[in-house]
């Protein structure tokens, strides 16, 4: 199967801040964002922590069980494409030994990965937290299947397959489930503490694979509309719950690569914000050579 995944194209450029947070990208004018669903607590506060993002990256034109190009910031390893994906969702291409692998763009070492056998990766960060990663049966993707905080108390992650590609399903600690993640037809739901009293759901409204609408737990969510460009998916048009609009405008003749393919990588040339309320309109334009990825 041909891969249309976000490590299909690669680019240091893709690690800096603007383009991991979301926005406009000034080095690459790639529109990408991001929605924290905030964190999840462990074993009484004394384990460790989840940050929930949900992102979208329009270089992913694969439905991984999210949508098309949306994904939860998890950490994960290609291990045919070799790259390493990290929960702050920076990409490192790997150089493989038989120690752990090595990567040359990591000019500051947050992460150490070790492997610790077959299809399994360790990564060890620096405030002594470890991701225990294992390839999910029938793709080439290895999860993290438990997270040690650095006082060894740790959680589970399960996994299903969707897609050939590994999808996060649930996450529990020794007592209870902290996080469910279901999908059905035209939707997927995301329910934390599930079975409890304070539970609540975050459902992403799917329409031919594509998330139209992302519904929160109390009041409005955000509806999103997008561009096909070359078979592939681009948010044109963001509404956040407080009726705030952004259009997002392409150059669909954008990037050149450096390889001397034909395909180009389009790129934003305006980005019109309007806040609603009352609040001025806000237009920012964004002019580049288009002479290729930094």
């Known amino acids: 199967m041909k891969s249309n995944s976000s ?44 940050a929930l ?4 990256n329009p270089l992913n034109q694969v439905d991984a069980g999210f949508g098309l190009g949306w994904s939860l910031t ?4 290609d291990v045919r494409s070799k790259v390493m994906t990290l929960s702050n969702g920076e990409r490192y291409k790997a150089v493989e030994t038989s120690a752990g692998l090595k990567f040359k763009e990591m000019k500051l ?11 399994r990766y360790e990564v060890r960060y620096r405030d002594g937290r470890r991701e225990l990663l294992k390839v999910q049966a029938g793709t080439h993707i290895a999860v993290a299947e438990k997270i040690v905080a650095a006082n060894g108390v740790s959680i589970t992650l399960k996994h299903e397959t969707f897609n050939q590609f590994a999808m ?17 037809a035209g939707q997927v739901t995301l329910t934390r503490h599930p079975d409890t009293s304070s539970s609540s759901d975050y459902n992403l409204i799917l329409k031919n694979s ?40 392409y150059k669909r003749q954008g990037h050149r690569f450096v390889s001397g393919v034909q395909r180009t990588l389009p790129f934003v040339i305006a980005h019109d914000i309007y806040p609603g ?18």
């Open 7 to 50: 490590s299909a194209v690669h680019s240091n450029a893709f690690n800096f801040g603007e383009f991991v947070s979301g926005g406009v990208d000034p080095r690459t004018g790639m529109y990408t964002c991001a929605f924290s669903l905030g964190k999840l607590c462990s074993a009484d506060l004394n384990g460790p922590e989840v």
């Open 168 to 184: 996060l399903t649930e996450v529990c600690d020794a007592k209870r489930c902290l996080l469910r993640i279901t999908r059905k």
């Open 109 to 119: 070492q947050t992460a150490r990965v070790l492997v610790t056998g077959a299809g």
């Open 53 to 56: 993002s949900l992102g979208f």
């Open 210 to 249: 594509r998330v139209t609408a992302i519904e929160l737990p109390l009041g409005k969510g955000w509806d999103l509309e997008y561009e096909v460009i070359d078979e592939a998916s681009y948010l044109c048009r963001v509404v956040n719950p407080l009726r705030g609009v952004e259009i997002i405008r």
């Open 74 to 77: 998890m950490t994960q390893y």
């Open 277 to 294: 309320r009352r609040q001025r309109e806000c237009q920012i334009f964004c002019v580049r050579a288009g002479n290729g990825l930094p």
